[in-house]
């Protein structure tokens, strides 16, 4: 998750290192963690896009109430994907 | 000086003060590499203004003309969860770029939509991008777990929401 706020590049960089946590043997959560928190958190395109059309504080409390996301967005595609690992007997996700 | 002025001026100051060290550190492993992103600086400055500009003055112009009653009706302060899930829909619906979901939020907001539905709207826009989904995402993962990504994030925008509709804020 902190990876994902703070690694910078557009949609051509973050997919592909996304895939590659999983082909190293990171599992799906943790992918679907970063990728969630560069959408939600990515430094990049809140100061260049956001803050310009809403304001320091629009987006100061934006990022704050974000902040849990992420890591909700883990842990639910952790369980899911044990839940259908359990059920199906795959746990293949690359 | 009221308190959206002094965050402005503290985030403007920490920006800054974060250039300066960065430029600072480029210039003490060498000259020529903080010579060289000063020039991609400047030319991708030069690149973004004028877009950042037509997204700023453009979204004050959707904001003029969106029908008001309507907005403040479906996703205004008073909307409350009915609002944030339109709001929801509608972000998650909003095809574009950087700038496009920006530019309506913040045409919403200044159109009277409240803030939790401005959030719920940025952050369901921010998560789905149809056209990214389509067009990066499902190319280079396998399907299932763009799949997965895409249900996980179901409840997002509506916490969010509904989190920016308890504390008050912004």
């Known amino acids: ?94 | 000086m009221d308190l959206s002025a002094i965050i402005g001026f503290v985030v403007g100051v920490v920006l800054w003060g974060l250039v300066a060290a960065l430029a600072l550190t480029a210039a003490v492993r060498s000259k020529a590499l903080c010579r060289e992103g000063l020039t991609e600086g400047a030319r991708d400055f030069f690149i973004l203004i004028p877009r950042v500009l037509v997204g700023v003055v453009g979204s004050g112009y959707i904001a003029a003309i969106m029908p008001q009653d309507l907005i403040s009706h479906w996703i205004g302060p008073n909307s409350g969860l009915v609002g944030i899930a339109i709001a929801t829909v509608v972000g998650a619906a909003t095809p574009g770029g950087a700038v496009v979901g920006f530019a309506i939020g913040a045409a919403a907001l200044k159109g009277g939509a409240g803030a939790p539905q401005v959030i719920a709207y940025t952050t369901a826009w921010s998560l789905y991008t149809i056209q990214r989904l389509f067009n990066w995402e499902i190319h280079m993962m396998a399907p299932r777990v763009v799949w997965l990504r895409a249900a996980t994030s179901f409840p997002l925008p509506f916490l969010a929401g509904i989190a920016a509709m308890l504390v008050g804020k912004p």
């Open chain 1, 1 to 94: 998750m902190v990876m994902g706020a703070v690694l910078p590049g557009g949609p051509l960089t973050i997919y592909p290192v996304a895939g590659a946590f999983l082909l190293l043997g990171a599992d799906v959560g943790t992918a679907i963690a970063f990728i969630t928190a560069w959408n939600l958190l990515g430094y990049n395109r809140a100061l260049i896009w956001e803050l310009p059309f809403f304001g320091p504080e629009f987006v100061g409390w934006r990022i704050l109430l974000a902040l849990p996301l992420p890591l909700l967005a883990g842990l639910m595609a952790r369980s899911a994907a044990r839940a259908i690992a359990a059920r199906w007997g795959s746990d293949q996700w690359t």
